[in-house]
């Protein structure tokens, strides 16, 4: 699955995961911390929409 940055259009892939900000591919979206920002623009993880 994955799933869109609305105010930015970064595509978080959830096979792929976020390595540069320590997150494993694989980590399922809903796993990932509340704390969870876009590495391009900070939004937090709520401006996420399923792609």
Do not use: H, R
């Not at 940055?5 to 976020?18: H, L, P, S």
């Not at 900000?21 to 401006?47: H, Q, R, V």
């Amino acid at each position: 699955m994955k799933y869109i940055c609305v105010a930015c259009g970064f595509v978080y892939d959830e096979e792929a995961g976020d390595p540069e900000n320590g997150i494993a591919p694989g980590t399922k979206f809903e796993d990932l911390p509340d704390t969870y920002t876009c590495p391009w623009c900070g939004s937090p993880k709520d401006m996420f929409e399923k792609k």
